[in-house]
């Protein structure tokens, strides 16, 4: 395998993605020329033409600059989102490149400096950014690949070249995260998904026991308090729990308020209370996340002094809990909410936040398989809802399945009216009444497209009031 010293030039398949462009980042920032494709615009293409990285919408090998035909120097990275048949990779294959992916490249990285590993089926895009946050305002510092757009610092990458430390997002699909070797690590959650793949829950939960006996010897594990998760009965590694009020965990809460919209609390640790903590961006899922990221932290060295400033100082992510709206009668959130337990623990939050208030949802699923194998699950999880719309499945990187739909969903669902809508009647049938309405839109696929939109109808109704 080509090592990270002979690379001249990356070419990455499949540049848009989140976790692609951080690498490219990462590698521009060291100098190399950057350059690749993806399949349609986006925000985030966007931003990486404007830093002067090279993005192409063209599958064809054609686009491929002199510059990055020489095998011997360049690398290609790809997503495994991206088809196996694409013209590009089918190319750099037969041409006898070094063709890796993502997780690859991302564990060559952190091979090189103490890494600290966020994993979950839900949670661990807010939890790394927030653990990247705690080490950037401390003396610790940290570098970080991040699954999201931090708002603190506008970007999926963070340089730091003094810190030994790199956070990452480890990702469970295609069990890329068993390329990478922890010296702190994180489980969040352990839920079924990525059918496709695992086959079971039994089998997700193997992938999650390979990736905690990952850790490195003389590290820490830092788990949710009630996991599942063998790690084979290492001894040379600390584990420690967390959980939101959970007494019998490590590191908890105590003291829990609800103050002008943000919580409150102490943190109880092994080392004692760290008292007058205040989040700076809202929900009760968020509280528990910060636990976990805090554990992390504290563990590193960060002391509780930093973590009390950065946390209220916190702005979160792109598309996590992502207030757009807010007014006293009709408040507006985005999230990136894609299984069924991901739904419930922000609806759930959403609930607390903002009582007596009517809940109005708009879900575009994600994967036709994840649909199938969950459907009763969503519709469980969206009936906690007073009213629903359903867009189409984003297809990803799958072809559609006979008999799965939005309607799969929809026809489980008895208890709240359900309409379905494409994305050119959004958001005029967005229409909140006299009560006090939240609306939300939920899902993984380019239904962020859409907020802008939304954002600026349902502010207009604000305004018409």
């Known amino acids: 395998m080509m090592q990270v010293e002979e690379v001249k030039q990356v070419w990455l398949v499949g540049i848009g993605g989140i976790g692609m462009s951080a690498l490219a980042r990462y590698f521009h920032r060291e100098g190399k020329p950057v350059a690749g494709y993806d399949r349609t615009p986006s925000g985030v293409t966007e931003a990486l033409e404007s830093e002067g990285i090279s993005v192409f919408f063209d599958s064809s090998p054609d686009c491929i600059a002199p510059v990055f035909r020489?095998?011997?120097?360049?690398?290609?990275?790809?997503?495994?989102?991206?088809?196996?048949?694409?013209?590009?990779?089918?190319?750099?294959?037969?041409?006898?490149?070094?063709?890796?992916?993502?997780?690859?490249?991302?564990?060559?990285?952190?091979?090189?400096?103490?890494?600290?590993?966020?994993?979950?089926t839900h949670g661990k895009t807010t939890i790394s950014t927030?653990?990247?946050?705690?080490?950037?305002?401390?003396?610790?510092?940290?570098?970080?690949?991040l699954g999201g757009i931090s708002k603190n610092y506008r970007s999926n990458f963070l340089w730091d070249e003094q810190s030994p430390y790199v956070v990452l997002e480890a990702d469970e699909f295609d069990r890329s995260f068993l390329w990478l070797s922890p010296s702190l690590a994180l489980i969040s959650a352990v839920d079924a998904d990525h059918l496709d793949i695992y086959g079971s829950?039994?089998?997700?939960?193997?992938?999650?026991?390979?990736?905690?006996?990952?850790?490195?010897?003389?590290?820490?594990?830092?788990?949710?308090?009630?996991?599942?998760?063998?790690?084979g009965g290492k001894t040379d590694v600390k584990v420690l729990t967390y959980a939101l009020e959970d007494a019998s965990a490590d590191y908890y809460a105590v003291e829990l308020s609800l103050e002008e919209g943000l919580y409150c609390f102490s943190l109880q640790t092994p080392g004692g209370l760290i008292p007058d903590l205040k989040m700076g961006i809202p929900g009760l899922?968020?509280?528990?996340?910060?636990?976990?990221?805090?554990?992390?932290?504290?563990?590193?060295?960060?002391?509780?002094?930093?973590?009390?400033?950065a946390l209220s100082d916190f702005k979160g992510i792109a598309r996590r809990f992502d207030l757009h709206v807010s007014s006293p009668g009709l408040v507006?959130?985005?999230?990136?909410?894609?299984?069924?337990?991901?739904?419930?623990?922000?609806?759930?939050?959403?609930?607390?936040?903002?009582?007596?208030?009517?809940?109005?949802?708009?879900?575009?699923?994600?994967l036709y398989t994840r649909t199938r194998d969950f459907a009763?699950?969503?519709?469980?999880?969206?009936?906690?809802?007073?009213?629903?719309?359903?867009?189409?499945?984003?297809?990803?990187?799958?072809?559609?399945?006979?008999?799965?739909?939005?309607?799969?969903?929809?026809?489980?669902?008895?208890?709240?009216?359900?309409?379905?809508?494409?994305?050119?009647?959004?958001?005029?049938?967005l229409q909140p009444g006299a009560q006090p309405t939240v609306v939300l839109t939920m899902g993984a696929g380019d239904i962020d497209r859409l907020v802008p939109r939304i954002a600026k109808h349902l502010s207009r109704l604000v305004s018409l009031k």
């Open 70 to 120: 020489a095998p011997r120097h360049t690398l290609v990275i790809y997503t495994p989102a991206v088809e196996q048949e694409q013209e590009q990779l089918v190319w750099f294959r037969k041409q006898g490149f070094e063709v890796l992916k993502r997780a690859q490249v991302l564990g060559m990285l952190s091979a090189r400096k103490e890494a600290v590993c966020i994993a979950g």
């Open 332 to 366: 507006y959130i985005d999230d990136y909410a894609h299984h069924p337990e991901e739904i419930r623990a922000t609806l759930s939050s959403v609930r607390a936040l903002y009582p007596g208030f009517r809940l109005c949802g708009v879900f575009q699923p994600h």
């Open 130 to 145: 927030l653990t990247a946050h705690l080490f950037r305002q401390s003396k610790v510092g940290c570098t970080a690949f």
């Open 376 to 429: 009763e699950g969503f519709a469980e999880s969206l009936a906690l809802l007073d009213e629903l719309f359903l867009m189409d499945i984003y297809p990803a990187r799958e072809l559609p399945l006979p008999g799965v739909s939005a309607q799969t969903i929809g026809e489980l669902i008895r208890e709240v009216p359900v309409g379905y809508v494409g994305p050119e009647d959004l958001p005029e049938v």
């Open 201 to 231: 829950h039994q089998e997700v939960e193997k992938a999650f026991a390979a990736f905690a006996r990952r850790v490195k010897p003389n590290g820490v594990l830092v788990m949710k308090q009630g996991l599942r998760v063998q790690d």
């Open 285 to 309: 899922l968020n509280v528990e996340n910060a636990i976990g990221a805090m554990a992390l932290a504290l563990n590193a060295g960060v002391e509780a002094e930093e973590i009390r400033a």
